[in-house]
């Protein structure tokens, strides 16, 4: 019984070698283009179509404004020192709010309070008359078939 799932597995392994070898012949085939596409004839011509060739010399030179490691390391190291010292220094009980008198006596001269006044006859026989009219100004919407 052992002997046949060898012959089988054998069997397996083989046809699977074998699709993958085919698969993988050649692999800078041009993939098929399905004719029906829209694109079609763009996709062939794409494919077809010879690219130029990068030279050696055209590889452009190694950047050398680039910062060292021992640079980025000092730049965070100042830019966390700078982020503790400003935590400090804002911390709840390390300053207090003084001399706020004359800043309020000022806001206090330069604000006009609101006049607060129960309408009166008039304005309320305006606001009808306004309602009034845009009442007769309405209509209903269309009905709906």
Same mark, same amino acid.
């Not at 692999?27 to 179509?49: G, K, M």
């Not at 190694?62 to 400003?86: F, K, N, S, W, Y």
């Not at 006009?112 to 006859?121: C, I, N, R, S, V």
């Given at each position: ?77 100042? *830019? *966390? ?65």
């Amino acid at each position: 019984m052992n002997g046949e799932t060898r012959k089988i597995m054998r069997l397996g392994l083989i046809v699977g070698l074998a699709a993958g070898a085919s698969a993988c012949a050649n692999p800078f085939r041009t993939a098929p283009v399905d004719p029906s596409s829209p694109v079609a004839a763009a996709a062939t011509a794409a494919a077809r179509a010879k690219g130029p060739h990068r030279k050696l010399s055209e590889i452009p030179a190694i950047p050398t404004d680039i910062p060292t490691a021992d640079q980025m390391r000092a730049a965070v190291t100042q *830019q *966390q020192a700078a982020g503790e010292a400003l935590t400090r220094a804002t911390a709840p009980s390390t300053w207090e709010l003084k001399d706020t008198e004359a800043y309020a006596a000022k806001a206090r001269r330069d604000v006009k309070p609101p006049a607060f006044e129960a309408p009166t006859d008039a304005d309320r026989a305006a606001t009808e008359a306004f309602a009034r009219a845009a009442r007769g100004r309405a209509s209903a919407p269309p009905s709906q078939p």
